[in-house]
């Protein structure tokens, strides 16, 4: 029977009610008394001089209150990276300092240049418009490769070039692995392009500065995945002020896939100017200014090469990447195409010797960082891409190449030759389930059905691994993070026993304000209703990392056990003390505090009402009050795995691709809320899929952004896509932390676009078109029908 | 400034606006209804889409000052006189067609329009009236779900665990 609560049950979504009334609170809907308006006037060019700036007819217009240029940011820091990245060599990464506002040069289209406050909106928009700027253009610098030869233009003139970093990994494997690929009985290569997307939660970013004059309290309303790390990176490091004086609250916030963990300049500017117009100052981005403002994803260019001994077990993996890092380091930008890249590069495999080199590149764009994924996608591509290439050359079916060379299930706890050690998984088990799921057996019958009606039918399988719940800190410091990767939950009982759960980790649309509550409620025997989620603001959360890399339930939610036991600990010796009997013969069952063994009990409500009503209470050994938090690092990443099938149907006419089925068989360990679970499949595979067909982040040589708005970047709309088949019983349980979960929600952007590209490419060969081996996404109909015609 | 005036939800209401004030700008600025959000600039995303005068209508491409008069109606006034869930926002909570909330506003507003010119619409109806609604979180598949059990429709319930 389904489970009506707790662990395991499908709850209805709490936060819905509000969403679905037009109640919910996002940044947008928060306006302060006195409240002003940032406008940015943003480069229009992609790289340039800045010789003057001319504010004077802009200062007087009406309505203005004070026009900011760099000038005004003497004295403040840049933006800061949160990850330092060492590079093959021993050295530290090029880090070039990011302003607030533009100095003396622009790098990308949009990079900041001045902001208008003005009491309206409107008035600070046409204030804008008057400023004049004069800007010797440059060249833009596009193109990796060639922005890494000699005598390419700078993007960075203190700068020796446009490298950031040439990462090997692992780099005493170098000359093993090039031995191994030099020896092999076959190497396939593959080249190929991850290309850039632009995150697109539906919620554009806004950010609103408040400083308050007579305490000297900086408040920042922002949509953020993290307000702890904001308040951490713009008051150390860019702002100068100390947390106790700076409160950032992330209150409902509108998706954020990557795009919202960072920060961002317009946050600096917004808490800066509130304290120098001495009133809020509120800047809400357009859709336009989030394509040329939003950290951009993905962007690697890659030569991957697998090499196999003549039974086709895999022996070795070479894989050289290019990776744009735009004009200016994002948070995290460096560690997204080094560590949570080359680490996956075993997948699923025991391909035993792994190499790996990245250099990343200084370019005229935005600024790229996580996206869905971050890191995983790219391995997962090129590596799930190269196998499918591999068993068509050796004409091996693609699944059983797979399974031979799987790590298999009595192999774990699995040690990768890329530095993880996978805990558990069973690829065999989801690989089975997905394409029992996706109807195998007759798909010869579906071809036909496709090929009376002039269409190509394929199938692609992809089978997946990520890392998530990034971890543990000490680690993950060696490897250049600048910050902590724990998380933290403070569980507060109520004297009548209800409780707020205070969590450092935030949701944007995963639903914390219903799962959490599920797993306290199941630990405690209460009922969830009376179980509340207190997250995003930083004045009463404990200090968190916040949600991103699949990481809340997963570490978020450990950080919550853990604290819940403690509760549980405190409780029983007041149970104990209440029912006169040994603290070790108390049981907690059904919200009940019971001595074993006999009839006598009392209920969770007494013993809370006892904790602050502390009459008859054992105050000469624990205090009064029930309030315990945790913070829980985690010993290992968690890995999530599945087996993607997709199955295509392409127009050769006009090579239209129909996506006609998709499944996902997912190992996700034990799930809280299966609901809920699928929901994140479902936006992740949407996300995949719109990468593999749809989507493209597109600029010209002179780095003007193509693909600008929703009517040039094709978003994925409902006419887009099929219903999913997603099924996660194959269940491994994490083996180190106390829910065995392992996180979902980034497997659905990682698994499907190689499905759905080997399915283009299995359609194509059905067809007789053997000569595409490759179609670089998105395969839009013009790219499918020039691969077809040779073209 | 030119005044408008507009019943919203049942109520009249006043504002003066500016020429180029946009219906969307009017309700959430002037009339804090909050509800009916605006996620691009382009009139792609459909996040604010709102009756006027029993038509869908995507509240960006309005301007104010052209709905003089107008019945509007928009998210906040999507609730049974109760207060409680009207059948499709309560068919959004039950098959989870909704994450982060962003768009939902707006699906709901184009759903219900939808339902009230074509009362069983198939699947593929459904995802074809949806190509003025961009959702980023769930891949339309529970959206689509909701909507046709609002329609009445037999679709499967969100999985439960055994």
Redesign the interface.
């Known amino acids: ?3 009506d609560g707790g662990i ?3 709850s ?2 709490r ?12 940044t ?2 928060i ?1 302060l008394n006195n409240q002003t308006y940032a406008w940015f006037l943003r480069s229009e060019v992609a790289h340039g001089t800045i010789n003057a700036i001319d504010t004077s007819a802009a200062e007087a217009m009406d309505g203005v209150v004070k026009v900011f240029t760099a000038r005004d940011f003497e004295g403040v820091g840049g933006v800061p990276c949160g990850w330092q990245v060492t590079d093959r060599f021993g050295n530290p990464m090029k880090e070039p300092k990011h302003p607030v506002l533009a100095e003396g040069k622009v790098r990308h289209v949009g990079d900041p240049i001045a902001v208008v406050v003005a009491e309206s909106e ?1 008035q600070a928009r046409d204030a804008a418009e008057a400023i004049a700027v004069d800007i010797t253009e440059l060249p833009a610098v596009m193109d990796m490769k060639a922005a890494l030869a000699d005598g390419a233009t700078k993007v960075h003139d203190d700068l020796d070039d446009n490298l950031c970093y040439d990462w090997g990994f692992v780099e005493e494997n170098r000359e093993a692995v090039d031995a191994a690929i030099a020896e092999a009985a076959h190497v396939t290569t593959l080249e190929l392009t991850n290309n850039r997307l632009v995150a ?5 970013r806004v950010a609103v500065g408040d400083f308050n004059p007579g305490t000297e309290d900086y408040t920042l309303y922002t949509t953020s995945q993290n307000p702890h790390v904001i308040r951490l990176l713009m008051g150390a490091f860019v702002l100068g002020i100390p947390e106790h004086k700076l409160r950032v609250i992330a209150p ?4 954020g ?1 990557g795009s919202k963990i960072y920060h961002y300049a317009e946050e600096a500017f917004v808490t800066f100017a509130s304290a120098q117009v001495r009133r809020p100052v509120k800047w809400t981005s ?3 200014e989030a394509f040329i403002s939003d950290a951009h994803g993905r962007d690697h260019v890659t030569k991957i090469e697998l090499a196999m001994d003549a039974d086709h077990n895999f022996t070795a993996l070479r894989c050289d990447t290019y990776a744009n890092m735009g004009a200016y380091l994002s948070t995290f930008a460096p560690s997204i195409p080094t560590w949570l890249h080359g680490t996956l590069l075993a997948g699923n495999y025991r391909t035993p010797l792994i190499y790996t080199n990245v250099k990343a590149v200084f370019t005229t764009t935005t600024p790229v960082d996580a996206y869905r994924g971050a890191g995983r996608p790219e391995a997962t591509f090129q590596l799930e891409r190269v196998i499918d290439k591999a068993a068509r050359e050796l004409g091996v079916d693609p699944a059983e190449l797979r399974r031979k060379n799987f790590i298999k299930p009595e192999e774990f706890p699995y040690q990768t030759p890329v530095a993880v050690v996978y805990d558990t998984g069973n690829y065999h088990a989801t690989l089975d389930k997905g394409l029992e799921m996706a109807g195998v057996d007759t798909f010869e019958a579906r071809c036909a059905e496709s090929a009376a009606n002039g269409k190509l039918r394929g199938l692609g399988i992809a089978h997946f691994i990520e890392a998530c719940g990034i971890a543990p800190s000490n680690l993950v410091g060696q490897l250049g993070a600048r910050a902590g990767l724990y998380e933290s939950a403070t569980v507060r009982v109520n004297a009548t026993g209800s409780i707020s759960v205070m969590t450092g980790s935030h949701s ?4 914390h304000e219903t799962a959490f509550p599920q797993v306290v409620a199941e630990m405690l025997g209460i009922d969830e209703g009376m179980v509340e989620v207190v997250h995003g603001d930083t004045a009463n959360t404990p200090m968190g990392m916040g949600t991103y890399g699949s990481r809340s339930i997963a570490v978020g939610g450990s950080a919550m056990v853990r604290a819940t036991e403690k509760i549980i600990n405190k409780a029983k010796k007041i149970a104990a003390h209440l029912l006169e009997a040994s603290e070790a013969d108390i049981e907690l069952a059904d919200g009940q505090f019971s001595v074993a063994g006999t009839d006598k009990s009392v209920a969770w409500g007494d013993v809370t009402l006892a904790a602050y009503v502390p009459h008859n209470y054992p105050l000469e050994d624990i205090e009064p009050g029930l309030e315990e938090t945790a913070f829980y690092d985690p010993s290992n990443f968690t890995y999530p795995s599945g087996a993607y099938i997709c199955e295509v149907e392409v127009d050769p006419d006009t090579g239209k691709v129909e996506v006609l089925g998709f499944t996902a068989a997912d190992d996700f360990g034990n ?1 809280i809320n ?3 679970v ?2 994140q499949v ?6 995949g899929i719109g990468q593999a067909l749809l989507e493209n982040c597109a600029y010209d040589e002179n780095g003007q952004l193509l693909s600008g ?3 040039d970047y094709t ?5 887009d ?1 099929p ?2 088949e997603v099924d996660h019983s194959c269940i491994t349980p994490c083996t180190h932390n106390p829910l065995g979960v392992k996180g979902c929600g980034e497997a ?1 952007a990682i698994g499907s676009p190689p499905a759905v590209v080997n399915a283009v490419i299995d359609a194509l060969h059905r067809g007789g078109h053997t000569h595409v081996t490759h179609i670089d996404m998105p395969l839009t109909p013009s790219r499918v029908w020039a691969a077809i015609n040779g073209q | 400034m030119t005044s408008v005036t507009i019943t919203v939800n049942g109520q009249s209401r006043s504002g003066d606006v500016e020429g180029r004030t946009l219906l969307s700008t009017f309700l959430r600025d002037q009339l804090t209804l909050t509800g009916t959000h605006v996620g691009c600039d382009t009139s792609q995303c459909g996040a604010c889409v709102v009756h006027v005068d029993g038509e869908a209508v995507k509240a960006c491409s309005v301007l104010a000052a052209d709905v003089d008069g107008a019945e509007i109606t928009t998210i906040e006034g999507m609730a049974n006189a109760d207060g409680s869930l009207g059948v499709i926002q309560q068919a959004f909570q039950d098959h989870h067609g909704l994450q982060c909330g962003f768009c939902t506003p707006g699906m709901v507003m184009s759903a219900a329009a939808l339902l009230k010119e074509n009362p069983k619409p198939t699947e593929a109806e459904v995802r074809h009236y949806l190509e003025g609604n961009i959702c980023r979180c769930t891949g339309y598949h529970n959206i689509v779900k909701a909507i046709m059990a609002a329609s009445g429709q037999d679709v499967a319930p969100p999985m439960a665990a055994e």
């Open positions: 029977m389904p489970k395991g049950a499908s209805k979504r936060e819905d009610v509000r969403f679905l009334t037009g109640r919910g609170r996002y947008d809907d306006n409107a697109n939660p539906m919620e554009p409902d916030v509108g998706g896939f357009t859709r336009s944007h649309g995963q639903g799930v299966p609901m809920i699928e929901g479902h936006g992740g595979v949407a996300q708005s929703y009517m978003m994925p709309r409902a006419d896509l219903m999913f659905g």
